[in-house]
């Protein structure tokens, strides 16, 4: 299933991709609910296969599918985009944070301050939501510990993240909405191995990013198998696995997001996640 959490008539409710249309499954529960209950995902299950209630996509607001209380960035984890940067390729991954202020649905806009950055970036990312308590998990097992799979990007103000010599990271990452999630969360049965995924990122419409997530430096299953030996990954958690080479900040000259600019994130299996991007002048 691609579940969704959708807006209708000032309520919430969880559902499923179908087509061009949404099966509601809010009976189940909500989308952190049916990824981390196997009761609840056998009810969701069930309900998709009934579709008591179908509804067209363009009468619903999709939402961001899940608030998480961690979002969990990898740095530099792609060949080409380590490369790029000029950076060296990690002995280790590099972890970063962004907070839940950051989250954003399909389809909304993106507004920051002209005052407080002016080289924003994109980043098309594999997101990975964590469907059950993990904790020093070994790689051969980590990915039991997933419940599915989405699109990220993770916007990045590289003014902020590499002031004062690189050493500003969070900063950068974590401005009001700048991790733009969804449209939906991919069910692990649909994605049995996140290593061979097509992504790309696209800006107005122009293939600024393509690569495949096999690509990666570290895996997703090292990666939860990494981050598990130093913290409980809970469900609901994404992590936002690293960008491939084509981002704005590696360009000749630099191409910083502007206002009006349309950027979508594209996986394999998941689906497209469009922001428009607006710039606050004071
Ligand atoms: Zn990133």
Redo the contacts with the bound molecule.
Sequence with gaps: MRLVTYALDGHTYAGALLDETVVDLSDAGDVLRILSDPTARDRANSLFQVRTRVLPLRNVRLLAPIQPRAII?I?LNYRDHVRETGATVPSAPIVFAKFPNAIAGPGETITWRAEVARQVDY?A?LGVVIGKPCRNVHPEHALEYVGGYTCVN?LSARDLQFADGGKQWVLGKTLDGFCPVGPAITTTDEIPDPQGLDIRCLLNGEVVQCSNTREMIFDVRTLIAHLSRYMTLMPGDLI?T??PAGVGMGRVPPRWLQDGDLCTVQIERIGALTNIMRVEHP
Aim: hydrophobic share 10%; charged share 40%; proline share 0%.
């Design positions: 960035g740095g980043e990312e993770d936002a690293g960008t």
